[in-house]
C-alpha cells in the first residue's frame, strides 16, 4: 500500500513522513470521528445527581500556553484552622468512552498522544480532548477527582476518590501562575500561593525519601505559523508553577495506587496498570561511578536504594551550572531504567513511591483510562480483571509510549537541521555530548542542535575509541577527545533527509 504523503521539504509532509517511519497514524479514521461527534456534550440531571458537587469551589487549570486539552484541574477551599481541602479533578473520559466502543479501540491501539514539534496527534478525536472532556473553563464538565484533607505542610489527613461535577473559575498558563507566585499578586492568589505552599512540603517530602531529581530542560521552536519554519529556539524550564501542578498530580496517581495496590491483610490486590521503575543497573552505576571520578565526584553504588538515590542527587546538586553539568546529568539518566507499566507493582524507584499508577491524563494516555475504569468497577464493588489480559495492554502502552518518544524526538531533530542548514560555515561553541568509533556528537552551547564530527575529518592522526572512558585517543600525538569537553565547531552540511548535522573542528 503506498501512501503519497506530498512534496519533500513542505513541512506537513515531513512531519508525516516521520509519523510514518515509526509506524504511527497521521490521520484520525473517519468512522471514529462520526462516533465522536455522535456523543452529545449537554450533562443531563441525572448524571449531576449522581456526584460529588464541585461547581461552586475555587477551581483552575494551570497548562501551557498553547495547551487545548485540559486533562486536570486544581480546587481548593479552607475546612478548619490549617486544613485545607484540595481537589485534583481529572476529566472524566471513560463517562464518554465505552469499553470496546470504535473510539475505544482506537484509543487502545494508538496507546499515546504524540507531540510533536509542530502538532499533535491525539489519542482521542478531537471534538473529545478539546472539546467535550477538555476542563475548559466557565463550563460544567464531568470529572473523576482525587480530593484531599492536607495540611500547610503536606500532611494529608484523609483522602477519597470520586466522581464530581466541576465547572473551572479560570485557566491559567504556567507563565501567569509563575507570575502570581513571583509577585504575590494576581487572580486566586490566595488559593495559588497556598498551593504552592503544600506543593513545596510535598516536594520535600519526596526528596527526603530518596527521590531523584532529575531538571530537564526541553528545547522548543518558535514556529512561523505559515511555512512550518523554525525561526528561534528557547529552553523551557520548570518553574515553581510546573512544579505546583506536577506535585498534586504525583499525589493523586499515588494515592490512587495505594487505593487499589495496598489490600488489608491475607487478601490479593485487584490487578491494576501501575506506572513502574527499576533499581539502576548496577553494572551502568559502577562506570558512571568511574566516569565521574574524572571530574573529582563520588557516588554511591551500594547500601539500600535511599542511600544510591540520595548520593545521585548529591551530585546532580553538586554538578548544578558547572560545565560538566549537563554532560554528567545525561550520563546519569543513562544508567537509570525507564519507567515503564505493569500489573506487577515493584514501585517507582526516581520519584521514591512504592505505589505509583498513570491517573491523571486520560485525554492523552490510554493506561490512564484503564485505571479510570477499573477504579470505577473498583469502587461499585466488581470484582478483579484478568492480570494476563492488562499486562498485555500495559506492554503495548509502554512500547507506544516509547515510539512517541523516538518520533518526536526524530521531530525535534529534523527541525534542528532545518535550522541549521540556513547557518552553513558559521562557527559555535558546543561540548562533545556522544563518543562513538564512528566519530564524535557536539552538543552546541546556544541552542542544543547536536551534530557530528565524522572519524575521518579528524585527519590529524589516527585516532582510537576508547569505549571505557568515553573518549578518542590518537594514536601517535596522544590528543585526546572525551565526552563533555569543550570544542569550537563549524556548521559542515546539513541532510535534512537523513536528519543529521555534520560540523567541522575548528582549530
Known amino acids: ?47 449531576i445527581a449522581r456526584r460529588e458537587d464541585f461547581r461552586k469551589v475555587t477551581t483552575f487549570t494551570i497548562d501551557p500556553k498553547d495547551a487545548k486539552d485540559f486533562d486536570d484541574a486544581l480546587s481548593i477551599r479552607p475546612l478548619k484552622d490549617g486544613l485545607w481541602e484540595v481537589g485534583v479533578h481529572i476529566a472524566d473520559v471513560t463517562h464518554y468512552v465505552k469499553e470496546g466502543s470504535i473510539i475505544d479501540k482506537e484509543a487502545e491501539k494508538r496507546a499515546t498522544s ?21 476542563l475548559r473553563p466557565n463550563e460544567e464538565k464531568l470529572a473523576f477527582s482525587a480530593i484531599f484533607d492536607i495540611t500547610e505542610k503536606g500532611e494529608v489527613r484523609d483522602s477519597r476518590i470520586v466522581h464530581t461535577v466541576i465547572e473551572s473559575d479560570r485557566r491559567f498558563t504556567y507563565e501567569e501562575a509563575q507570575q502570581i507566585i513571583e509577585t504575590k499578586e494576581g487572580d486566586f492568589k490566595d488559593e495559588i500561593l497556598m498551593l504552592d505552599t503544600i506543593a513545596k512540603a510535598l516536594r520535600e517530602k519526596r526528596f527526603t525519601a530518596g527521590a531523584i531529581n ?38 493523586a496517581n499515588r494515592t490512587v495506587a495505594e487505593k487499589i ?10 490487578v491494576l496498570p501501575y506506572r513502574i521503575h527499576d533499581l539502576p543497573d548496577p553494572e551502568k552505576l559502577d562506570n558512571l561511578a568511574q566516569f565521574i571520578a574524572r571530574f573529582g565526584y563520588r557516588l554511591r553504588t551500594s547500601g539500600t536504594k535511599t542511600d544510591v538515590s540520595k548520593s545521585i542527587n548529591h551530585l546532580l546538586d553538586d554538578i548544578q551550572g558547572k560545565k560538566e553539568e ?11 531504567q525507564k519507567a515503564r507499566y505493569s500489573t506487577h507493582n515493584i514501585g517507582h524507584y526516581g520519584l521514591a513511591f512504592d505505589y505509583y499508577t498513570h491517573f491523571t491524563s486520560p485525554i492523552r494516555r490510554f493506561p490512564d483510562m484503564m485505571v479510570h475504569r477499573l477504579v ?35 521531530s525535534i531533530k529534523y527541525k534542528q537541521v532545518e535550522f541549521m542548514s540556513e547557518r552553513l560555515g558559521q562557527t559555535y561553541d558546543g561540548v562533545i555530548s556522544g ?17 557530528m564530527i565524522p572519524i575521518r575529518d579528524l585527519d590529524d592522526d589516527y585516532y582510537e575509541f576508547d569505549e571505557k572512558n568515553y573518549c578518542l585517543r590518537g594514536r601517535r600525538k596522544n590528543r585526546i577527545y572525551s565526552l563533555g569537553d569543550a570544542i569550537t565547531v563549524k556548521v559542515a552540511r546539513a541532510n535534512l533527509e537523513k536528519k543529521q548535522l555534520d560540523f567541522a573542528l575548528v582549530e
Open 1 to 47: 500500500m503506498l501512501d503519497i504523503l506530498g512534496k519533500a521539504g513542505d513541512n506537513t509532509t515531513e512531519m508525516h513522513a516521520i509519523l510514518a517511519e515509526f509506524g504511527l497514524p497521521y490521520v484520525y479514521p473517519q468512522s471514529v470521528e462520526k462516533a465522536a461527534d455522535k456523543i452529545p456534550a449537554e450533562i443531563s440531571a441525572e448524571e
Open 114 to 134: 504524540v507531540y510533536l514539534v509542530d502538532r499533535t496527534i491525539p489519542m482521542l478525536p478531537e471534538r473529545l480532548c478539546n472539546f467535550i472532556c477538555s
Open 214 to 251: 532529575f531538571d530537564r530542560y526541553e528545547v522548543k521552536f518558535e514556529i512561523d505559523e505559515k511555512k512550518g519554519k523554525p525561526i528561534s529556539v528557547y529552553f523551557k524550564e520548570s518553574k515553581d508553577a510546573n512544579k505546583l501542578v506536577e506535585e498534586f498530580m504525583l499525589l
Open 261 to 270: 495496590g495496598k489490600a488489608p491483610k491475607g487478601k490479593k490486590p485487584k
Open 326 to 336: 549537563n554532560l554528567i546529568e545525561t550520563v546519569s539518566i543513562r544508567a537509570m
Open 376 to 410: 470505577t468497577r473498583y469502587m461499585d464493588g466488581g470484582r478483579s480483571v484478568s492480570e494476563t489480559k492488562y499486562e498485555d495492554l500495559c506492554d503495548h502502552s509502554s512500547n507506544m509510549e516509547q515510539i512517541a518518544a523516538n518520533a518526536e524526538r526524530a
Open 435 to 451: 563518543v562513538t568509533e564512528w566519530g564524535l556528537y557536539v552538543e552546541l552551547n546556544e541552542n542544543k542542535c547536536e551534530g
